[in-house]
């Protein structure tokens, strides 16, 4: 009995030590957060188009196909890279691709999808972040898709890269069923 | 002379603690109203900034955190309340965002948790109480 005791706080430790472990091997990524908007509607909203002089209202425009709604903004460097992988993205049949222009510059903008291509269906203005915060957006980039009633199904946070590309298509054809 | 140290020690985390605590509010942000303002001071200060996730948005100055701030004192001059405002950014951030977890079926170990430490705690040092007693009877 006695020797229980004596013993039992190592073996706690160790079980710990196991949880601890296991915790620091496994693929995750602590400071990512779960999306609130998955298997949601969008949110509804207006706003004004880079390249146009229309409004986009949501959300009406998202019904009838599978959508992808990338928050980007020339200031920020992954976007840039990730530019690469959505322009592939957009030679996918049945697949909208929105961009949502995060607190950025509008020259700018034009001139960096001048030089870069534009993969974008719309480009929407999102000047004070209202969108982005309506969106529960943290960090750019962040790539939502919707499917074709509306309804969000998935969020990444960070760009595409090679290394997620191919999962993140895969992604996007679930949805599309 | 190791107390007096050790009492220097205390009193500097104290002091430092106490200087640590800065505020990022910026003056264009503020609200004529003092009253709207304080609001908005308190509510700011249990909202987790998402960029930094361990400070309030109060402290912090990443531009997610202002654009927050901004957010909330708008909300406050259209006559929202506290609740309907915690409600807004739950609904987009989730309760992470909020530096107080709520008491949910999910938060209830996180809630109870410190005081069956407490409780076992007692225990021990009463079980040991009672053992070094009946050691002093037995001399």
């Given at each position: 009995m006695k020797k229980g005791i004596l013993i039992s706080p190592i073996i706690l430790f160790f079980i710990i030590l196991l949880v601890f472990f296991y915790l620091l091997i496994?693929?995750?990524?602590?400071s990512e957060l779960p999306s609130m908007l998955i298997n949601k509607k969008v949110p509804a909203f207006e706003a004004k188009l880079l390249l146009e002089n229309k409004t986009f209202v949501s959300p009406g425009e998202f019904e009838n196909e599978t959508t992808l709604v990338n928050f980007f903004a020339t200031w920020c460097k992954p976007c840039r890279d990730e530019h690469h992988y959505l322009r592939k993205l957009s030679d996918e049949k049945g697949l909208k691709i929105i961009g949502i222009n995060y607190k950025d510059d509008s020259k700018r903008t034009i001139k960096w999808l001048e030089k870069l291509g534009n993969p974008f269906s719309s480009v929407l203005l999102d000047p004070n972040a209202r969108l982005g915060i309506d969106w529960g957006v943290?960090?750019?980039p962040e790539t939502f898709i919707v499917n074709s009633n509306g309804m969000i199904k998935y969020r990444l946070v960070g760009p595409i890269t090679k290394r997620n590309y191919d999962a993140f298509v895969l992604k996007v054809k679930e949805v599309k069923k | 002379m190791q107390r007096i140290l050790l009492a220097i020690l205390v009193y500097l985390m104290m002091s430092q603690s106490i200087i640590i605590?800065?505020?990022?509010?910026?003056?264009?942000?503020?609200?004529?109203?003092p009253k709207k303002e304080l609001r908005a001071r308190n509510i700011s200060k249990n909202i987790?900034?998402?960029?930094?996730?361990?400070?309030?948005i109060d402290e912090s100055s990443a531009p997610l955190a202002k654009d927050l701030r901004i957010l909330i004192r708008i909300k406050i001059e259209q006559g929202n309340s506290d609740e309907e405002i915690y409600d807004f950014l739950t609904k987009r951030y989730?309760?992470?965002?909020?530096l107080n977890p709520p008491l949910k079926i999910s938060t209830l170990f996180l809630w109870i948790l410190p005081f069956v430490f407490l409780a076992i705690g007692i225990f021990v040092i009463f079980l040991h109480n009672n053992k070094s007693k009946k050691l002093d009877y037995n001399k």
């Open positions: 496994i693929d995750r990524n602590p943290y960090g750019l | 605590n800065c505020y990022s509010v910026e003056p264009d942000e503020f609200l004529q109203n987790r900034c998402l960029v930094c996730q361990n400070q309030s989730g309760d992470f965002i909020l």
